[in-house]
């Protein structure tokens, strides 16, 4: 089975570690035994928060991406295409990215010939595959959360090219139960819940001597790392040791040093920038307790990451991601959203009692080992895949 993945987020040079999940989840489909190659939507227009004296050295740095690269063994190509600034008209991406996608498929297609294309996400990459006009290939389409919290909420054009796309596909697949439920919403049939996954070490992570909290996660608002910092700062005298190591970049990242600062934290709070992934999780897994109460997460495969090794995880209660999580077995707290007090109790009653702290990090362990694999992920993929086929081949005339 041939396989075209299609997607905005992948790793690339200027930045290695996004839609890193998008990647893994290629190279387990291959190894469940689908050939794949990946397609990459690829814009290489600087964000509007570049300063305007670096604009052009950006650009320079974004245009000398290679146009084809070989990750992991999976072939990819990056297919520039340009748009308006995502803050108007995100929503009509897909529209821009169309033609330039449609060449790209019909030269790939050519030299090899694929059974079905996987989009990730109806925006922009379902919604340009849709009109490509590619309707005798076989689509299906994943939902990780941007689609149903984003995309379909704030743009106009966002919503009708999310529901079109999704009339269009042959299987669309949601990364959590919850997450599901607004695809159906939003028009998908009998959305397929695969869960993405993690590799499990042989061993756990070593601990530093002091208590030490890790998040790791792009530095914006929804993450909610500032609650992390207030709970910090509400556990100053119960634990005047307690630590915290924030691994990622973005536009938060002088916000959050500047409160950490105020707060009287700094010499506690560590902000690594960005790492390169395997790295990222090693200082993940290195650490007592992740912590990432952020809000709008449809999955989170940080949490399945740390807790593979051992590494308790908190969350917040009625995210669709963490409750999936929870709902598995053991290992993850929740919390509710937007109180750093509540955060901070849940860190110190986890924190106080080595035993049960021990116990908790086990079941972590064997939470994730049971139901967050990359092979699992990979065979549950690979038989979406087969599926559409089959529904593909019913819906023809």
């Known amino acids: 089975m041939r396989v075209c993945v299609v997607s905005e987020f992948y790793p690339h040079a200027s930045d290695p570690v996004l839609g890193v999940w998008a990647h893994r989840q290629a190279v387990a489909a291959q190894e469940a035994g689908a050939e794949v190659h990946v397609l990459v939507l690829y814009r290489p227009i600087p964000p509007l928060s570049t300063a305007r004296r670096d604009i052009a050295r950006e650009t320079l740095r974004l245009l000398r991406q290679p146009r084809h690269a070989t990750i992991d063994g999976i072939p990819v190509t990056y297919v520039r295409f340009v748009s308006p600034p995502r803050p108007r008209s995100y929503g009509s991406w897909g529209t ?14 050519r030299r090899h010939p694929f059974d079905v294309i996987h989009a990730h996400n109806a925006v922009p990459a379902g919604e340009a595959v849709r009109r490509a006009g590619l309707t005798d290939v076989p689509l299906v389409v994943s939902v990780h959360g941007g689609d149903v919290f984003h995309t379909a909420i704030h743009y106009e054009a966002g919503a009708a090219a999310v529901r079109s796309t999704f009339a269009q596909a042959d299987l669309v697949i949601a990364n959590s139960a919850g997450i599901a439920r607004d695809a159906r919403k939003l028009g998908a049939v009998a959305p397929r819940v695969i869960r993405l996954g993690t590799d499990i070490p042989k061993t756990a992570g070593t601990r530093p001597a002091d208590p030490t909290l890790v998040t790791v996660a792009h530095l914006v608002g929804r993450k909610r790392h500032a609650d992390v910092l207030r709970a910090m700062w509400v556990l100053r005298r119960r634990m005047p040791r307690l630590r915290y190591v924030i691994v990622g970049d973005g536009p938060e990242r002088e916000r959050l040093r500047t409160l950490a600062r105020e707060l009287g934290l700094e010499d506690r709070v560590e902000l690594t920038g960005q790492l ?23 999955f989170g495969v940080a ?6 090794a051992g590494v308790p995880a908190i969350g917040c209660l009625g995210e669709p991601g963490p ?15 937007g109180d750093p007090e509540a955060l901070a109790d849940t860190i110190e009653t986890e924190l106080s009692d080595p035993r049960e702290h021990a116990v908790r990090a086990a079941r972590a362990r064997a939470t994730v080992t049971a139901h967050f694999t990359w092979d699992r992920c990979g065979a549950q993929t690979v038989h979406a895949y087969r599926e559409a086929i089959e529904r593909h081949a019913d819906r023809r005339p």
């Open 96 to 109: 821009w990215a169309a033609r330039p996608l449609a060449r790209a498929l019909k030269q790939h297609r």
């Open 323 to 337: 409750q999936e999580i929870a709902a598995a077995g053991d290992g993850i707290m929740l919390v509710p959203p």
């Open 276 to 298: 390169p992934h395997a790295e990222a999780v090693a200082r993940a897994r290195a650490s007592h307790l992740f912590v990432m109460p952020s809000l709008d997460e449809a």
């Open 303 to 308: 949490y399945v990451e740390a807790m593979a």
